[in-house]
Each structure stands twice: as structure tokens, then as C-alpha cells.
């Protein structure tokens, strides 16, 4: 079974643009979620999805939003880049989105805000 | 606040040397705890998941177990392929399936 896959895998954008980053989850996986990565903070909660329904958000700004699509296919904007968005974004997919269980991660997008 | 604490930060092991690693953490109800590794330039590769104080899971020179305030995660006889940065997480009881992770310990064993 194939896993996560993120798009694109590299991204160069300079502040104030806007970018678009895409995740289809393990096929048959109905949630996904999405994490960002830095060296300072480690990994955090941005969103999660079920069934095209955000069903929780982290304590990120408006600037940061997503969707779901009915294929379980998940995209995530990020508007008025910041250098300080420059991270690693993580999108993890599981099979029922209920509690317990497992998250399966993709290889990430790389974003670099110069 | 929850937390979530891990140490040692890094750590350097010869090849067999066994070790562990913790995970502390002060949450308000625990729904599971989760141990990834991850590899640079790479996404979090799914370990173990534990439920409940005194669950304890294996796989390979691997093993995680769970108390009511901490996780340990022991190497037994690691080998050079083992180093990597190794991430805790928490998941809640809200219902949700967010995790909060620790910043990981990063492992480096020498042949």
C-alpha cells in the first residue's frame, strides 16, 4: 500500500506570497492532519480533518487554512508568507480519525520563505 | 499547560551499548502515547502506541513501556541503522486526534 504523499516535496516563496501544499493520505484513510516542524518549536498541531469537516485547529493564525476534499485528499494554504513560516509541514493520515488511532506521516514539504 | 519532555536531547551510543530514552509528561487526560523515529529530511516513522500504565510493546532491538508520568523507550544491542531522532507524543482525551510532541532525542550510535 502506498503511503502519505506530499506536493511538492521543495518550495521557494518570498514574503507575502501565498502557497499551497498537498497531501493524499493512504488510501482508505478518511483523516488527515497537518503538523508543522521548525528546529525552535518541534512539531506542531495545525489542523485536522474528517469527512471534509475541520474537526480541530492549533493556535496558528487566519494566515493558515485547509480543506478537504471527498477523496480524503487535504490541501493547506498559507497566505501573506512570513520568513518565520519557513519550516517543514507534515501532513499524517489514519485509517478512522478516531482517538487512539494510528498517524502515518508523509515526507513533508520543505518551505523556504526568503 | 500539557507538556511533553524528552531526554537526554542527544546521544551517543557505541554499537551494543544499550540505553534508554524518556519521555515525561504532565496532560490533563491521556488518551495514548506514540513513539516515532524520524531520519533527516524525512517524515515521522510510526513505532509503538501505548494505552495504559504498565503496557509495554517490542519491536526488534526496540521497546516502549508506560508508567503514569513517563514512557521509556529501550535500545537493546543498537546498531548503526538505529540513529536517528527519536519523537514522543501524547494524545488526549478530547476526542481529538492531535498529538503533542516532544522535541525528541536525537541518537547516534558509532560502530
Known amino acids: 500500500k502506498a503511503g502519505v504523499t506530499q506536493t511538492p516535496r521543495y518550495l521557494i516563496k518570498t514574503r507575502g506570497q501565498q502557497v499551497t501544499l498537498s497531501c493524499s493520505p493512504i488510501s482508505g484513510h478518511r483523516s488527515v492532519s497537518w503538523y508543522q516542524q521548525t528546529p525552535g518549536q518541534g512539531l506542531q498541531f495545525l489542523f485536522e480533518?474528517?469527512?471534509?469537516?475541520?474537526?480541530n485547529k492549533g493556535n496558528f493564525p487566519g494566515r493558515f487554512s485547509g480543506r478537504q476534499f471527498s477523496n480524503s485528499r487535504s490541501e493547506m494554504n498559507v497566505s501573506t508568507l512570513e520568513l518565520g513560516d519557513s519550516a517543514l509541514y507534515l501532513c499524517a493520515s489514519s485509517a478512522w480519525g478516531g482517538q487512539g488511532d494510528t498517524q502515518y506521516f508523509g515526507p513533508g514539504t520543505r518551505l523556504t520563505v526568503l | 499547560e500539557d507538556q511533553v519532555t524528552q531526554s537526554p536531547e542527544a546521544l551517543r551510543l557505541q554499537e551494543g551499548e544499550s540505553s534508554s530514552l524518556n519521555c515525561s509528561y504532565t496532560?490533563?487526560?491521556?488518551?495514548?502515547l506514540f513513539w516515532y523515529r524520524q531520519d533527516p529530511g524525512k517524515g515521522p516513522e510510526f513505532l509503538f502506541t501505548?494505552?495504559?500504565a504498565g503496557e509495554e510493546k517490542e519491536k526488534e532491538r526496540l521497546k516502549a513501556t508506560l508508567t503514569k508520568k513517563e514512557s521509556f523507550l529501550h535500545i537493546t544491542a543498537p546498531k548503526p541503522e538505529d540513529s536517528a531522532t527519536y519523537l514522543c507524543a501524547v494524545q488526549l482525551n478530547t476526542g481529538f486526534q492531535k498529538l503533542v510532541f516532544g522535541t525528541g532525542t536525537r541518537l547516534l550510535v558509532s560502530p
Open positions: 480533518y474528517f469527512s471534509e469537516t475541520q474537526r
Open positions: 496532560v490533563s487526560g491521556l488518551r495514548g
Open positions: 501505548l494505552y495504559s
